[in-house]
């Protein structure tokens, strides 16, 4: 299994099931069930344990001191090697396991390694398909979001661990210039509206250097803060501090000045064609994207339609809470009053963004005196509200989700972007905060690094229809148990929900139908009460993340089909905790599994 597909949230999973389809009737005994299950759970350990020590970016994810002064490997021919380690390892279990000798569990755990092999060497032709830095992501500010969030420093090799990690940053950055080369040479690059946001970021990141002693360099006030904690004397602290100061001159500066340089020359020949569709087979790619991120075979016209179709019942709803509050108007008269009336955002200012981040603790902690009403499992990680970072506020996404380390010393964190206020209203703070953090993604990520009896790997799979889907139903579970009680908190559920089902008709429409950036905003403005700001930058997501927005509606959809199955099925038996405990028990997995799963569950209860 790749090492990088366990860092990268953008390389999904497909081809579920590809598994050994011996039919034999034979009968096995306990023993040899027990003894092949064994024998196919410590094969699937060892490849994931090889797979993190060839990847030094997740063991810091996971906490593991490893590799602690070493990148990742970004090169084409890692990747091939990575490519022969998974076909390798299919042959493997060709040769060496007996499927039908497995337990129930077994046998999953062997069709989920199986499909991921085989998507990572089908996916390798696109190994060059993507904009590895745009304005949502990239290494530019991987390198300080990891060194600042995930690099810990405990003693005084860490601390020089964390400064070797900085002067590798420039052979980091050759290695991701040269891809940028190869991808424009297959006539694949961002269009221009991604440079300047790129080259802003680079330029703040680097801000502060030469470091003075009002400095404020993220890298440096991060590093000049973890040493400062240390317990070693006075002269080891300003040795190190002197370091990495001399470090940050000569190898991080440099590196960064490299790459805006690349990045002013290759925006020179950019275009403003934003569709995947550009792309040599982009229709193929954008198929493919499309499959991985929903785990299903909805084609882009299906996925389009559906938008469509659900855009139409959230503004119906919209309408209905329009009455509750006695606006009187038509939907974008109310879209205008709530994107231009101040009662319904905190001030443009530091005390204002204060109270925002106290108002979602507030939140958070709410909901976390409610799961037992709603969980059986939870999940023992941390998690905390954080502000995103200033040298990246401008270009990120407006909230997210950072998981905890595997051994709870990292808690969660769910991000909060309050770079412009406005673009966080509070009719929107709870569902906002019950996607990202309690019970949305803290819950299902925690949950799922912290199970027992299941082979490694499955804890960090990445389905985005299952993770999203998630996210997305647990901004609707709360409103079942009494929360919302605004009616604009409410609306606010609704409004993101919109949002979603917006993301359905527009990613499809640009990757598809050509549509321009121009036309995306626009239909964002017309059918939501979202800001210009807010509308651009979606448009921009669906951009540069093709395919990913899709996830999010198609997954819950699904959920709730499941759950309203069962309770049709099961009726006064149905425990809405036990089947969430069937959703986040067994890790991420394609909604093709989870149906499954669930259909199990519900003939073992019915039976």
């Known amino acids: 299994m790749s090492a990088k597909r366990l860092i990268l949230s953008t390389l999904l999973i497909a081809f579920l099931f590809s598994c050994n389809t011996n ?49 990742d490997n970004l090169s084409e021919d890692f990747a091939k090697k990575e490519v022969e380690i998974n076909k390798a390892s299919l042959q493997w279990l060709k040769d060496s396991i007996d499927y039908n000798a497995l337990t129930p569990e077994a046998k999953t755990s062997y069709d989920l390694f199986v499909s991921r092999c085989e998507d990572d060497i089908s996916s390798f032709k696109y190994f060059y398909y993507d904009y590895p830095v745009n304005q949502m992501f990239g290494m530019h500010t991987t390198v300080v979001n990891m060194l600042s969030n995930m690099h810990r420093v405990d003693s005084l090799p860490d601390a020089k661990a964390y400064i070797n990690r900085l002067n590798k940053v420039p052979a980091l950055f050759d290695q991701l210039i040269e891809n940028m080369k190869t991808s424009e040479d297959k006539g694949i690059l961002p269009p221009k509206f991604v440079y300047p946001m790129v080259i802003d970021d680079c330029k703040n990141i680097i801000s502060g250097i030469p ?84 785990t299903t075979d909805l084609s882009a016209e299906q996925i389009h339609e559906t938008g469509i179709k659900e855009v139409e019942r959230i503004q119906e709803e919209m309408r209905d809470i329009m009455k509750q509050v006695g606006f009187e108007g038509d939907l974008q008269g109310f879209f205008k009053f709530l994107r231009e009336d101040d009662q319904f955002y905190y001030p443009d200012t530091d005390e204002g963004k204060e109270v925002y981040m106290d108002s979602a603790t507030t939140i958070v902690n709410n909901m976390k005196k409610q799961l037992d009403k709603l969980f059986l499992t939870k999940p023992k990680a941390d998690m905390i509200v954080k502000r995103v970072e200033a040298f990246r506020e401008k270009s990120a996404g407006k909230a997210f989700y950072q998981s905890p380390s ?111 950036r121009e036309k995306g905003i626009d239909y964002y403005q017309t059918n939501t009460s979202g800001s210009e700001r807010e509308c651009r930058r979606m448009v921009e997501r669906h951009i540069v993340m093709a395919g990913q927005a899709t996830a999010y509606k198609v997954g819950m959809m699904k959920i709730l089909e499941l759950r309203e199955q069962a309770k049709e099925k099961l009726g006064d038996q149905f425990d809405i905790r036990e089947f969430h405990d069937v959703v986040l028990t067994s890790g991420p997995v394609p909604l093709d599994l989870l149906e499954k799963m669930v259909d199990d569950w519900v003939n073992s209860k019915s039976s």
């Open 23 to 71: 039919t034999s009737k034979k009968t096995y005994p306990e023993e040899e069930i027990a003894a092949e299950t064994e024998k196919a759970n410590a094969f699937f350990q060892k490849a994931f344990d090889e797979a993190v020590d060839r990847s030094p970016m997740f063991q810091a994810y996971l906490g593991i001191k490893k590799d602690h002064d070493k990148w």
């Open 211 to 294: 470091v003075t002693e009002t400095s404020e360099n993220p890298l440096y006030s991060d590093f000049k803060k973890k040493v400062e904690a240390l317990s070693i004397n006075d002269e080891d602290k300003n040795d190190l501090l002197e370091e990495a100061t001399e470090v940050l001159e000569t190898a991080v500066k440099p590196a960064y000045e490299k790459l805006i340089t690349f990045m002013d020359g290759q925006e020179s020949r950019a275009t403003t064609d934003d569709g995947v569709w550009k792309f040599p087979d982009g229709e193929a790619y954008y198929k493919y994207r499309l499959k991985t991120i929903t």
């Open 406 to 516: 595997k051994d709870g010393s990292r808690p969660g964190i769910y991000y909060a972007n309050l770079a412009d206020s406005k673009n966080m209203p509070k009719f929107e703070m709870e569902a906002l905060a019950y996607h990202e953090g309690i019970p949305g993604h803290h819950m299902q990520l925690s949950i799922a690094q912290e199970l027992e009896g299941i082979p490694e790997f499955r804890k960090y799979g990445h389905y985005t229809a299952f993770s999203e889907g998630w996210g997305l139903y647990c901004e609707f579970l709360p409103k079942e148990i009494g929360m919302y009680k605004d009616p604009y908190s409410d609306y606010g559920r609704l409004a993101m929900e919109l949002w979603r089902a917006c993301r359905l008709v527009v990613d499809t429409g640009i990757h598809t139908k050509k549509w321009t």
